[in-house]
């Protein structure tokens, strides 16, 4: 009998991607997993690729179906309301039809749900009509906040019923996991909703790529034989120093420097510390002769964009919101974050896994 996990987030960008993978990874040395999508919001409005975490679930696993067969079902808002709402019978059998495909051949099927379970009611149906048509079993990712609408949460929980297993607290600063036990995670437990797991936030996650930082710049891109699938864990803004700069830059690795591009000076210092890429801000034209040579025999990409410092760091900002977790390195690192802060010992048990 095939077993179907349905993982959920209460806002957007809270990390079911992240959990589903890591979960996936976790469970396919011991079963047939098979990964599923049922479906995805597309609007006028919505940003990024719609089937961007299906292209991510099949490459990392292997998937032998299609893209469009993880995420068969692209919709607005207001088609998937009309779908939930006037032709759910309709809809639940195409559901389970998805969902056979999926299933043969596998011992689980890990499905990555809706996300603004709070604040959405299409989601929300969407999450109750799922699991029922599905006999899914439901888990809820959350992001720590020192404001969190338990309440709210808490009602959808109670609305699950014995569908849900459980909720996971994700992005939780280091600082605060002990509060968190402490006060959010007990006002869920009390409320008979078991707790699964706290998830640290861990920066190297958060990253984005030097392809993804230069997309969201809209700028040029010189590879310059560099890794341009590298993660940048940290931004530095150039200083205004009297000195070579190379101490300053030292403080951070990983990172992406932000320059003038008429500073070939400080870019050349920046590049003698470890940076996975240079933004030139202000481009117009090619960096220096010694910079173009340095950042070659570095491999350093360098990203020319023409914008101004401000608007630059606001780019950034928003990428940074919506940063994919489609990156093999992050995937390798939230598995051993889950080996110590994830409770697989009862997500086994109450999906009736076998531990030996």
């Known amino acids: 009998m095939v077993t179907p996990l349905y993982v959920a987030s209460s806002e957007t960008a809270c990390g079911s991607t992240t959990l589903c993978a890591g979960i996936g990874k976790k469970l396919m040395a011991r079963k ?11 609007d006028a409005k919505a940003t990024g690729d719609p089937l961007s975490d299906a292209a991510f679930f099949k490459e990392v696993f292997q998937l032998p179906q299609d893209i469009e067969q993880i995420c068969p079902l692209v919709l607005s808002p207001a088609e998937l309301w009309q779908y ?12 389970q ?23 959405d009611k299409v989601s929300q149906l969407a999450c109750y009509s799922i699991s029922e048509a599905l006999g899914a079993k439901v888990v809820i990712v959350l992001r720590y906040t020192t404001r969190p609408e338990t309440a709210r949460l808490i009602h959808i929980c109670r609305k699950l019923g014995q569908s849900l297993l459980g909720v996971v607290i994700n992005l939780t600063p280091e600082s605060k996991i002990e ?15 078991p707790v699964l797991g706290i998830l640290p936030q861990i920066r190297s996650l958060l990253g984005i790529t030097v392809a993804e930082l230069s997309k969201a710049l809209g700028a040029e ?60 801000v202000g481009a117009t034209s090619k960096p220096s002769p010694a910079v173009l040579s340095a950042a070659e025999e570095k491999r350093v990409p360098i990203i020319a ?9 606001a780019d950034i900002e928003k990428a940074l919101e919506k940063v994919s977790f489609a990156h093999p390195e992050k995937l390798q690192k939230l598995s051993n974050i889950l080996e110590s802060h994830f409770d697989f010992a009862t997500l086994y048990a109450k999906l009736g896994i076998e531990t030996r």
Do not use: W
Not at 183 to 190: D, G, I, K, S, V
């Open 97 to 119: 039809q998805i969902y056979q495909d999926i299933a043969r051949g596998k011992d689980m099927v890990i499905m990555e749900g809706l996300g603004n379970l709070i604040n």
């Open 179 to 193: 509060g968190a036990k402490q006060h959010l995670a007990r006002q869920f437990q009390e409320s008979g909703i």
């Open 84 to 95: 939930l709402t006037e032709d759910l019978p309709d809809f639940s059998q195409k559901l």
């Open 305 to 313: 964009a023409g914008k101004k410092v401000p608007q630059v760091l």
């Open 32 to 42: 047939k997993v098979g990964f599923l999508i049922p479906v995805r919001f597309h």
């Open 221 to 280: 891109l010189m590879p310059n034989n560099g890794d341009t699938n590298a993660l940048i864990e940290n931004i530095m803004l150039g200083a205004a120093t009297s000195g070579s700069g190379v101490d300053y830059f030292a403080h951070k690795d990983n990172k992406a420097v932000i320059l003038k591009a008429d500073r070939p000076d400080m870019q050349l210092a920046a590049l003698q510390t470890s940076l996975r890429c240079l933004v030139l």
